[in-house]
């Protein structure tokens, strides 16, 4: 009865106000891409109700399955879709709530407009190490890339170069930020970023004749993405599904968005 | 009991707590490290760190913290050196205040600052002049050396300002100029502390994590040349903490932490060993 008149006055009052009178304990494991996301809507729950108390731990995909499976945690998240075994042997329940798209990005002085997939391999393996041979000006490439455990790189490495070798001599920069800072300022640099961080000051050459774009990421025009799940042992319920709920609402999709992801609407 | 109703209790307490708390810190590092010595053996001390493939070799990010502390130590120490000659006899009396009054100043500024002006003024700079992204030892080197210039200058000058004091009448009774007292009598009698001041110069710049994070461009390999790319042991804590990682790429971190520390305190002991050996006598 309680949860009924708390959810439907949740249905015209600000969504966190679904929490208020709730405590509990929720914990959240797995993929590191979604830590942002988990954190900054677990932040303001918490601030709204001190009673919830929530953690968000990493540990990649795998231990995402594993824990949620295992019922260690309530939340478990994965950056790829559940294989069918796992599905069945824990019966988990998945809810995909964000694309994570991923765009090679040069500088917006550099002339090469299109790269295709064994460029950018060679290029990062570091068997390209000027732009006149990939249509550019004369001038040594600057490689820049992401620490290890970021989420971009995964995306990058596995979609984009597909697994293939990376030159030591990567310089390593650590958020989207730095990324979009030190390609903007090198008239020489390739770099990657997560699409919703791209803007004036760096630009995304084509890859393989396909734009990176918001819209062809959402629509599978653009490859170099990947689906962000939640996954629960069985249907959610209290305190984990509220927050599922929540990531779900307006308020969810605009933390998705600032984390530089595009939020996906629940599946019917 | 003569010495404890002299010392406030809260004096002792506090004095007691902070011992522990250090001590605590050492053990937890040194346990940990061990602890990753243990789980990521030797493919710690290789040359690749390549994570995907297995490969977590720290070895690239030893030689880097090594070469580029004392590098920006050499430099930094050189330009520290020259700022007290100038303060004790060089220069004139108002740019001497002013100087000195500029290195205090300099020991408040958060070396983030230094690191983010650097990004957009330095780099580029480096990066037009000399090639390669900018990214690189010499960039982390110069900043680093201007981030422990105040802290060894100003550490010099207060044993110069004080060596300075005591001859004063000596030197000038023997018709020494000061500037002739300062390069004959005043250095040389304040050799310990010239050296000690290296060493905590040299504490900074191999403990500074965010110069080399922001301006030596964390690539993991050898400093072959200035403009390569390299990632020092404090880079390499700073950019796998931020992110999520298991196993031994965990566990390197604890034992790059263990190396730093241990360089730390091997400086520490040598700085205590030149005052020590020299008040001995």
Redesign the interface.
């Known amino acids: 009865m309680l949860l009924c008149a708390l959810s439907a006055a949740a249905a015209f009052a600000a969504p966190l106000d679904s929490f208020v009178g709730q405590r509990g304990k929720l914990d959240i494991a797995g993929g590191?891409a979604h830590?942002p996301v988990m954190k900054e809507a677990a932040k303001r729950i918490m601030s709204k109700n001190p009673d919830i108390r929530i953690t968000v731990?990493?540990?990649?995909s795998g231990?995402g399955v594993k824990q949620a499976g295992e019922g260690l945690v309530e939340i478990g998240n994965t950056g790829r879709a559940l294989k069918e075994d796992e599905v069945a042997k824990y019966g988990l329940v998945t809810f995909p709530f964000a694309i994570d798209g991923v765009a090679v990005v040069v500088n917006p002085a550099n002339k090469v407009d299109e790269l295709s997939f064994e460029q950018i391999i060679d290029i990062y393996a570091g068997k390209i190490t000027n732009w006149k041979e990939v249509g550019g000006e004369d001038g040594?490439i600057?490689?820049?890339g992401r620490?290890?455990?970021?989420g971009t790189r995964e995306v990058f490495?596995e979609k984009a170069i597909k697994?293939s070798?990376?030159a030591?001599?990567?310089?390593?920069?650590?958020s989207n930020g730095a990324m979009k800072?030190?390609v903007a300022?090198?008239a020489?640099?390739i770099g990657y970023v997560g699409i919703g961080h791209i803007d004036g000051s760096v630009k995304a050459p084509k890859l393989a004749g396909m734009t990176a774009t918001q819209e062809n990421a959402a629509s599978g025009a653009y490859t170099i993405v990947r689906d962000l799940y939640m996954n629960t042992k069985g249907e959610p319920k209290g305190v984990s599904k509220l927050f599922i709920d929540y990531i779900y609402t307006p308020e969810g999709a605009e933390i998705i968005k600032d984390c530089g992801y595009i939020p996906l609407p629940r599946k019917k | 009991m003569d010495n404890t109703s002299k010392t406030p209790l809260w004096l002792t307490a506090s004095a007691l707590y902070v011992s522990a708390l250090l001590a605590s810190v050492f053990a937890f590092v040194i346990i940990c490290a061990a602890e990753g010595l243990l789980e990521g053996g030797p493919t710690l001390f290789t040359s690749v760190w390549a994570p995907e493939g297995g490969s977590f070799g720290i070895v690239p990010m030893i030689a880097a913290t090594i070469v580029i502390s004392l590098s920006a130590l050499a430099l930094g120490w050189c330009v520290s050196l020259g700022c007290v000659c100038f303060v004790h006899g060089f220069g004139g009396s108002f740019a001497s205040a002013l100087l000195l009054s500029l290195l205090r100043v300099m020991t408040a500024v958060p070396t983030v600052v230094y690191g983010f002006a650097s990004v957009f003024l330095l780099v580029p700079l480096v990066r037009d002049g000399l090639g390669g992204s900018g990214f690189c030892v010499f960039s982390a080197v110069l900043v680093l050396s201007l981030l422990i210039t105040p802290t060894m200058a100003l550490s010099m000058e207060s044993a110069v300002a004080q060596t300075e004091e005591s001859c004063r009448l000596a030197a000038a009774s023997l018709g020494l100029s000061r500037a002739q007292n300062l390069v004959f009598v005043v250095l040389p009698a304040c050799g310990k502390w010239l050296r000690a001041s290296a060493l905590l110069g040299f504490g900074r710049a191999a403990g500074d994590t965010m110069i080399p994070v922001m301006l030596a461009g964390n690539a993991v390999q050898y400093p072959i040349s200035p403009l390569s790319a390299v990632r020092a042991l404090t880079a390499h804590i700073g950019l796998v903490l931020s992110s999520d990682v298991g196993g031994t790429a965990y566990y390197s971190l604890f034992v790059a932490g263990g190396i730093l520390l241990l360089l730390g305190a091997g400086a520490n002991l040598l700085f205590r060993f030149i005052r020590g050996g020299k008040d001995g006598k």
């Open positions: 590191t830590i731990a990493g540990g990649g231990v040594a600057n490689l820049y620490e290890d455990g970021s490495t697994k070798d990376i030591p001599s990567v310089n390593v920069v650590n800072t030190a300022k090198d020489r640099a």
